[in-house]
């Protein structure tokens, strides 16, 4: 069983920045960020591989940023330039066993 701890969520103006972070039990596999917004599917945001090969959804290439440190069972998604269509609860996850582990989820608010 994987255990994740989202953090860092708030309320933004659009064009700033936020720093999500993601606690982990641990971090053997590949692991990611997804949205959902209100009404609508949870969407991928981002995922890193633990070799550090990343994927990011077109809509938040160039403004999102995933990393992680392994040493310290921690993911992170640094989101600059944020805009309101990024408002959304953000989850990490992590791929392990054949299964998706979730973590509890974190709420971002974009609005001025």
């Known amino acids: 069983q994987v255990q994740l701890v989202e953090s860092g969520g708030g309320l933004v103006q659009p064009g700033g920045s936020l720093r999500l972070s993601c606690a982990a039990s641990?971090?053997?596999?590949?692991m990611g960020w997804s949205r959902q917004a209100p009404g609508k599917q949870r969407e991928l945001v981002a995922f890193?591989?633990?070799?550090?090969?990343?994927n990011y959804a077109d809509s938040v290439k160039g403004r999102f940023t995933i990393s992680r440190d392994n040493a310290k069972n921690m993911l992170y998604l640094q989101m600059n330039n944020l805009k309101p269509e990024d408002t959304a609860v953000y989850y990490c996850?992590?791929?392990?066993?054949?299964?998706?582990?979730w973590g509890q989820g974190t709420q971002v608010t974009v609005s001025s």
């Open positions: 890193i591989t633990k070799s550090g090969s990343t």
């Open positions: 641990r971090s053997i596999f590949r």
């Open positions: 996850y992590e791929d392990a066993n054949l299964s998706r582990y």
